[in-house]
């Protein structure tokens, strides 16, 4: 079944991250993340991404985990990174940051909702907050592409979509994948088949 699919993926050091991005997705990623680097800092795991983005704070747990662990994170979009999606993609190790030949990569200013209801005084708290978090992203974004910010906020002023070469060009991703041999030899992945592994976590 699909589980056990998963499951064979991750005890090759392959982690699928796909869906809308809430906090049970981005937490399980996170855990398996750890688990992996736990298991080994050294060897390269690989981040499959096919996401239409969601929650800002959920992927950012998982972009701050990417860039802190000492294990290098090779990022894969097949099907589509959008919004925070796109960010993850971007926060792979350069040079180790595919795209499918058909995926699409969209940025754009991250939404802002408020659930409940909001009382007069922290209308501008709120505000504030939204302003922040469109800095946070165009500012990852920066870093990962090597665009300066302004740019990047420029690019993002509207839904901004890309094809596998646009999303190169504008420094999201690195190559534009030609085999999934070709992605999983680069990370290693075959030599994670010859060992014995750990149960990882579900």
């Known amino acids: 079944n699909w589980e056990d699919l998963e499951q064979r993926l991750l005890a090759r050091r392959v982690v699928l991250f796909t869906g809308h991005i809430e906090?049970?997705?981005a937490n399980l990623a996170v855990l398996r993340l750890l688990f992996l680097e736990l298991q080994d800092?050294?060897?390269?795991?690989?981040l499959l991404i096919n996401t239409g983005g969601?929650?800002?704070y959920g992927g950012f747990a998982v972009y701050d985990t990417i860039r802190l662990l000492?294990?290098?994170v090779h990022t894969v979009c097949i099907g589509r990174a959008e919004s925070m999606a796109a960010?993850?993609?971007a926060?792979?190790?350069?040079?180790?940051?595919y795209v499918a030949p058909n995926c699409r990569v969209m940025i754009h200013q991250p939404s802002w909702t408020v659930d409940g209801k909001l009382h007069a005084a922290d209308v501008s708290v709120e505000a504030a907050e939204s302003l922040a978090a469109k800095v946070r992203f165009a500012r990852a974004l920066a870093e990962c592409t090597g665009q300066?910010?302004?740019?990047v906020q420029k690019a993002m002023e509207h839904d901004n979509y890309m094809s596998a070469e646009e999303a190169v060009v504008f420094g999201v991703a690195d190559r534009i994948a030609s085999s999934l041999s070709?992605?999983?030899a680069d990370a290693h992945v075959v030599d994670c088949l010859r060992g014995q592994h750990v149960a990882p976590p579900r």
Do not use: S
Not at 91 to 97: E, K, L, N, S, Y
Not at 148 to 151: I, L, R, T, W
């Open 182 to 184: 070709e992605l999983f």
């Open 87 to 89: 960010i993850l993609l």
């Open 70 to 72: 000492t294990a290098p």
């Open 23 to 25: 906090d049970a997705n």
């Open 54 to 56: 969601g929650q800002l």
């Open 41 to 46: 800092p050294h060897k390269p795991v690989v």
């Open 148 to 151: 300066a910010e302004a740019d």
């Open 91 to 97: 926060a792979g190790v350069p040079g180790h940051r």
